[in-house]
Each structure stands twice: as structure tokens, then as C-alpha cells.
């Protein structure tokens, strides 16, 4: 048995070692760095909203960018969901996410090489651009494949190629990065759509919806709830914007849309008491994944990964619809690509854990990292 005294200087010798072993370790593991970037965005140049032709971005560099000057990195490029903004990756909103701490672990355990994040913005001042060009809301989509691909290459060392850059996101990320996907394989070879909005009109997106009575009554802008505190306030929010990016009028104020749906006349014997209008109703399948599979089969089979998921407990019901349809209709078309419902999962309480164990994963193994 040792002395009391021995015992003391064992223990204080192995509380030394102990430190000097957890500062050798943490110093050994290299720290990325996350970088806030105003981007010039002159395709929103001329919008009817107001939104600024420069917008916020987040850069996540790996750890090796400081000490490898020559080295080139692919990048993965971020959308978020509506009413959100390209913070959201930074701030740990999803169960702590944050993309430096994140990813460097990633890159440190193995499940992930080296690699350029970038969290791009898609807010405007409807909540939501939906990634889509419009001459109301500005050209979101030329926003993204080419104004900030092109910043990002020209201002940071990437594998500029397609083959080196994916595109992922989250609802109305998610619908992006499958539009993105699917009309841009030239400049994207790979997405990746976590509980992707918008893939089909149906269920709670389509005129069943008890909200669209009161889209129909808005007269000003002052009737939107930019901070939605119900689900009725949400949708109501939501269908503006997509009509202001499917279905854009700029003749018709104060909001500059007009609507796929429109009041019957006459007897009606359910509530909500609605009749398509049809030309606009065909504005927006022009818009909509589940449709657009056929005339985009050559650039969806030009793509070397698609992956589709969401959770079990969506709470939205044409996420459930749609991304099952979408799926069906790749497969139909022999457009390989993965797809997974996940247990336990509502539409946002396990983002993290998917972009931590599939997402980066995914896209290691897809892009070309040399």
C-alpha cells in the first residue's frame, strides 16, 4: 500500500500527465474556420419585394486551408427552409448543429474528408424565395448555381467542377437542392433532400388546405405574420411566397402573385369552397419535382447521387405524399438514387443526427475530392 505522501505526488504526477496529454491532443486536432461573406447577388436585381442584390453567407474552411496553400477542396453547398436564413447552420437550431464544430469532428472521425462548406441564403421578405426565379421575388435560382457558385470558386480554392460540388438541403432546402439538382447538373453532381417540401401539390399544400379562403381575402401586406405563431398563420405566409415564386404577377398589387385557386360560384357542398384556376394551377406544376421527372430524365440520370428521406412523424403531410411519389416516379424512370424513411423522425427533430450520419457521409462518397 503507498504512504500517504507517495500516494499524493502519484497522483499529482498523473493529474500533469493527464493534462499535458488532453492539451497534446486537443492541440493535434486542427480547427476549421467559419467565415461570414456579404455575396454581390445581381440576379435580384429589380425585384418588386425590396430584397438587397447582396446577400449573407456563411464559408466553412477545413482545417488544413491555413496550412496547405495549394490544396483544392470540394464544396457542399447548404439551403435552409423557409422563414430560415443561412445562419441557421451556424447556430446550433437544429438540436446543436453548428457547422465548424460539426464538421471538424466529422473530419476527424473519419466520416468525412476534407471539404468547403457553404450555407447560402434564401430568405426574402415573403420568408421564403423557394430558390425560384420570379420577377417579383428576384432570380433565386441564377442566385445560387451561378452568382455565389461563382463567388465561392473565384474567391476560394475549390475543385471547380461538378463533379466536386453537391447540393443539399432541408424543406424548402431540400425542394431547392432537388431543383437545383435537376436543372443544373453542370454545375451540381450530387444532392441530397432532408424532408423536402414542395415535390407534389396535394394534401396540405393543395385547395383542401382551410387556409386558402383566408390567402384569397389578404388585401395588405400588413396581414402576413412574418413570425407565424400558428400553423394557419404559417401556411398562410407560405402560399403567398410560392405563388410570389411560381406564379408571379407584377401588375397585381400589393403582392405581386396571383393564385392557383380561386372561390366557386354557385352551391357548394364542402368547405373549403374553391375551384382551380387553371392556368395559374399550371404555373405552378411547372415548378413542382413529381412532374418534372420525365422532361428532366437526361440531366437527373447525368447525376452521380440523389438522396431522398424523411421522418416517419413528418407533421406535413405532403412531405409524406410527395417524397414517396418522387421516388416512384425516379425509379419508374431508372434514375438510381436512395430513399429512406426514418423512425422516430418529425420534420425537424433529428436534422443533426442525419446530417451527421448520412448527409456528409453521402457526400463523401459521391464527390470527387482530388
Avoid at 108 to 132: L, P
Avoid at 342 to 361: L, S
Wanted: proline share 6%; with cysteine; net charge neutral.
Amino acid at each position: 500500500m503507498l504512504s500517504k505522501q507517495l500516494y499524493t505526488c502519484v497522483l499529482a504526477i498523473s493529474l500533469v500527465l493527464s493534462v499535458s496529454v488532453a492539451q497534446q491532443h486537443s492541440g493535434s486536432a486542427a480547427a476549421g474556420k467559419v467565415l461570414e461573406v456579404n455575396v454581390p447577388a445581381p440576379s435580384l436585381k429589380g425585384n418588386l419585394i425590396g430584397d438587397p442584390t447582396e446577400q449573407p453567407i456563411f464559408v466553412y474552411l477545413p482545417p488544413s486551408y491555413e496550412t496547405s496553400p495549394t490544396k483544392r477542396y470540394p464544396t457542399l453547398y447548404l439551403l435552409h427552409g423557409f422563414n430560415g436564413k443561412s445562419r441557421i447552420w451556424t447556430t446550433g437550431a437544429f438540436q446543436g448543429f453548428s457547422l465548424q464544430p460539426a464538421v471538424d469532428q466529422l473530419i476527424q472521425d473519419g466520416k468525412t474528408r476534407e471539404i468547403i462548406v457553404v450555407a447560402a441564403n434564401g430568405w426574402n421578405r415573403y420568408g421564403g424565395s423557394f430558390y425560384a426565379n420570379s420577377p417579383t421575388t428576384g432570380n433565386w435560382e441564377d442566385f445560387i448555381y451561378r452568382d455565389l457558385v461563382t463567388f465561392v470558386d473565384s474567391n476560394y480554392r475549390t475543385l471547380a467542377r461538378p463533379e466536386s460540388r453537391g447540393i443539399a438541403g432541408h424543406s424548402m432546402g431540400g425542394y431547392g437542392a432537388i431543383m437545383m439538382g435537376m436543372k443544373h447538373p453542370d454545375v451540381f453532381s450530387a444532392l441530397y433532400a432532408l424532408s423536402p417540401c414542395c415535390t407534389v401539390i396535394g394534401e396540405d399544400m393543395s385547395e383542401a388546405n382551410p387556409v386558402w379562403p383566408s390567402v384569397l381575402s389578404l388585401r395588405s401586406k400588413t396581414d402576413l405574420n412574418m413570425s407565424p405563431q400558428s400553423p394557419d398563420q404559417f401556411f398562410k405566409l407560405v402560399f403567398v411566397a410560392m405563388s410570389a415564386a411560381f406564379s408571379p404577377n407584377t401588375e397585381r398589387t400589393p403582392f405581386y402573385v396571383d393564385f392557383p385557386f380561386q372561390e366557386k360560384k354557385g352551391a357548394c357542398p364542402a368547405s373549403p369552397c374553391l375551384d382551380r384556376n387553371e392556368t395559374i394551377y399550371a404555373k405552378w406544376r411547372a415548378h413542382i419535382p413529381v412532374y418534372l421527372v420525365d422532361e428532366n430524365k437526361a440531366n437527373l440520370l447525368k447525376l452521380k447521387g440523389i438522396f431522398i428521406d424523411y421522418g416517419q412523424r413528418e407533421q406535413f403531410s405532403h412531405i409524406r405524399t410527395g417524397a414517396k411519389l418522387f421516388s416512384q416516379a425516379l425509379a419508374e424512370h431508372n434514375i438510381p438514387h436512395g430513399f429512406e424513411v426514418y423512425a422516430d423522425g418529425d420534420h425537424g427533430n433529428k436534422v443533426r443526427q442525419r446530417m451527421e450520419t448520412r448527409v456528409f457521409e453521402f457526400f463523401n462518397e459521391v464527390l470527387k475530392f482530388e
